[in-house]
């Protein structure tokens, strides 16, 4: 399977233990994030995680900035992306059996390292569930 990944500067340790965990269960990761903590702007690193996603040319896609919010609002404004902004695993869980959520956004100031990598798990790990909520998901695109 494979993975892209993108982080703004609140992210660089959260994708270090992500993409160690995917690399260990086998997962092409495809790295879009920066590596440091000085200041970027996260719609760089969001918008081609989006466009791997979108092109198929990744399976899933992990975005992180500093409330998950804007990396999330950036990567959602790609046709066919279902990025949901998950701070459980819950929530994570939800988000892929109910939404087909094809991306998940980890705020990295308000979760932890290893809160960010069970949720990842979880995302990665959960199928959707389809029946009553496929109409709910096709009718997300717009027309």
Known sequence: MKISIGNDH????????????????????KNYGTDTDESVDYP???????TDVENKKADFGIV???SGNGINMTVNKHGGIR???????EIAALARQHNDANIISIPARYTSINQ??????TF??????G??????????ACQ
């Open 10 to 29: 609140a992210g660089p340790e959260y994708k270090k233990a992500i993409v160690e965990m995917l690399q260990k269960k086998g997962y092409e990761v």
């Open 44 to 50: 760089d690193f969001g918008h081609p995680v989006a």
């Open 64 to 66: 992180i900035c500093g």
């Open 83 to 89: 990025a949901a902004l998950c701070w459980t695993k």
């Open 116 to 121: 960010a990598v069970e949720m990842v798990e």
């Open 124 to 129: 990665l790990n959960t199928d959707f569930e």
């Open 131 to 140: 029946g009553r909520h496929l109409n709910r998901v096709n009718k997300i």
